[in-house]
């Protein structure tokens, strides 16, 4: 079974410029989660997707994030303008029940 | 609000040691908890769930323990190896979130040769 697959890998930008992710979950599981992760501290949750719908967005900051998931399958994060305190790694997880599969993550540098 | 605590943060031991990481968390209200490993600039890799019916769990060379009504979990790692070295966390599921996972910060751990 193929896990969940995350692209790209690593980015750099500059602080302003705009940048997204991908993610392609586990076939079949309707529940897609964003995390971010920033260096010495534990995932943190952005937000989370049931099918195409969003479950929960609150610790999203909707002012530079944005998110969706198209078809109840693939999903892109894109956050615009970045800052510099976005530097982090991206997770994506999927889930089927009360389990969670985590991708590679995406590194973002901010400079 | 529901929290997550990891003790000790980082963690150093020769090779061929026991250890025991703790995790403690706020709510005892929880469906399960996973331990998670993370490679440096890597995802997570799920290393074990507990049901919260379960006391413990066992997977080659480690072994994870819940007790629920304390809010603790530990895992047991049993002869260390030097690619044992990692970041380990702790994620309960809350009942009540919506099948979100609440992370703790980890244990590094460096074993060394």
């Known amino acids: 079974e193929a896990g969940v697959a995350q692209s790209p890998r690593y980015k750099i930008i500059e602080k302003r410029q705009s940048v997204a992710f991908w993610c392609n979950p586990i076939s079949g599981h309707a529940t897609l989660y964003w995390y971010q992760q920033i260096l010495g501290q534990g995932p943190k949750l952005l937000i989370q997707f049931q099918n195409n719908g969003v479950v929960d967005d609150s610790q999203l900051p909707k002012d530079r994030f944005s998110a969706e998931r198209l078809k109840g399958v693939d999903s892109t994060l894109k956050i615009q303008p970045a800052k510099l305190e976005d530097s982090a790694v991206y997770l994506c997880?999927?889930?089927?029940?009360?389990?969670?599969?985590f991708g590679p993550g995406t590194r973002l540098t901010v400079t | 609000k529901q929290e997550v605590t990891q003790i000790p943060a980082a963690l150093s031991v020769p090779e061929g040691e026991n250890l025991v990481l703790n995790c403690s968390f706020t709510?005892?209200?929880?469906?399960?908890l996973q331990w998670f490993r993370q490679d440096p600039g890597k995802g997570l890799t799920s290393l074990l769930l507990i049901q919260s019916s379960q006391r413990e769990q066992t997977s080659g060379r480690l072994n994870a323990s819940l007790d629920k009504s304390s809010g603790r979990s530990t895992l047991y790692i049993a002869a260390s190896q030097p690619g044992d070295s990692a970041t380990y966390l702790c994620?309960?599921?809350?009942?009540?979130?919506?099948?979100?996972?609440?992370f703790g910060s980890g244990t590094q751990l460096t074993v060394l040769p």
């Open positions: 994620a309960p599921l809350f009942s009540g979130s919506a099948r979100q996972l609440t």
């Open positions: 997880a999927s889930g089927q029940s009360y389990e969670q599969y």
């Open positions: 709510d005892s209200a929880i469906y399960n």
